[in-house]
């Protein structure tokens, strides 16, 4: 496999559920993000992780929980959603630390909260 | 408010003839701008970019053009394809390099054979 992969590509959840969404990097890249696409909205970025490190978190609720165990794996672990968080998660990868260099995206996990 | 703003939602142009996306920003200190392409059910993937010391940058069909005194970037795609129909992401990054990157809403590109 190669580049950004995210499974799974569809999931369905209840408020009540708990799941997690995962992203492999098979690029040797260094920094690991989450970014949330809602309905016309902008990309928004969730987390960064630098070399496992968290570098950033943006004002996310606490109902989203981010993993990095290693640099080529993220997950995302998801607890008593909202509907209103029903949206396509992406992961992307880069190289030369968080926030450097050309973003490489996963074809992203698209959820829907009911 | 946003930083990055792609002020139409979509366009249509017919094939063969030339697209034009543009982006406005509102932060000078803006100095690296990309775009990103994104087909349905795919994520997002680096198009073409351009450094503010510049005021165009070219790769094959695609030409971005920057007007630092108007905060505004256009993508040209010449001539337009029907498998350029895709939603184009405007984005701008910051001088520091550890900065993320800030993305517009996107354009829907349609291109009409």
């Known amino acids: 496999e190669t580049g950004v992969t995210q499974t799974p590509r569809h999931l369905v959840m209840g408020m009540t559920n708990k799941k997690s969404l995962k992203c492999e990097q098979h690029l040797g890249h260094n920094a690991m993000y989450w970014y949330k696409q809602s309905a016309k909205k902008p990309l928004e970025l969730m987390f960064v992780?630098?070399?496992?490190?968290?570098?950033e978190n943006n004002s996310v609720p606490s109902r989203f929980s981010p993993e990095c165990p290693n640099s080529s794996h993220l997950f995302l672990h998801l607890h008593t959603l909202q509907p209103e968080d029903s949206a396509l998660y992406l992961c992307?990868?880069?190289?030369?630390?968080?926030?450097?260099?050309?973003?490489?995206f996963g074809e992203g996990s698209r959820l829907t909260v009911l | 408010d946003q930083q990055v703003k792609q002020n139409s939602p979509s366009l249509s142009v017919q094939e063969g003839r030339i697209s034009i996306l543009n982006c406005d920003y509102t932060n000078s200190m803006f100095d690296y701008f990309l775009w990103y392409k994104k087909y349905p059910a795919e994520g997002p993937t680096f198009l073409i970019s351009i450094s503010s010391i510049k005021d165009k940058n070219e790769d094959g069909r695609f030409t971005v053009f920057l007007n630092k005194s108007a905060k505004h970037l256009s993508l040209h795609i010449v001539p337009s394809q029907p498998g350029d129909s895709a939603v184009y992401f405007c984005a701008a990054t910051l001088p520091s390099g550890n900065t993320p990157l800030v993305f517009g809403k996107g354009t829907r590109l349609s291109v009409i054979a």
């Open positions: 992307a990868s880069s190289q030369g630390g968080a926030n450097t260099g050309e973003l490489f």
């Open positions: 992780y630098s070399l496992e490190e968290r570098v």
